[in-house]
């Protein structure tokens, strides 16, 4: 694992469940070839952490913003980790 790599949390805001917004993030991080995962939340949010390249998380970033076709997305917070977790694929969980 590169050293530059690094690790955020994202949590997403909207109309984001039900509109197979956890199944386009895999789509999508896996594409970038970003490791990690994502999950729908109780709150109705949806919660993603992912691992890589700085500049391919910044790509996923924007695309979060979006969403799939169905989804509105109000706001999504991002929080950076001083330490990687170490994922050996990018996954979509169970609610957390």
């Given at each position: 694992m590169s050293s530059n790599y690094k690790r955020?949390?994202?949590?997403?805001?909207?109309?984001?469940?039900?509109?197979f917004f956890r199944a386009s993030t895999q789509e999508k991080a896996e594409e970038l070839g970003l490791k990690g995962f994502v999950q729908n939340e109780p709150d109705g949010t949806v919660y993603l952490e992912a691992e890589g390249n700085p500049e391919t998380i910044k790509?996923?970033?924007?695309?979060?913003?979006?969403?799939?076709?169905?989804?509105?997305?109000?706001?999504?917070?991002?929080?950076?980790?001083?330490?990687?977790?170490?994922?050996?694929?990018?996954?979509?969980?169970?609610?957390?």
């Open positions: 955020v949390s994202m949590k997403v805001y909207g109309k984001v469940q039900g509109v790509q996923l970033e924007a695309w979060a913003h979006q969403g799939p076709t169905h989804a509105r997305v109000d706001k999504v917070e991002v929080k950076e980790f001083s330490k990687l977790e170490g994922f050996e694929k990018f996954e979509q969980r169970r609610q957390g």
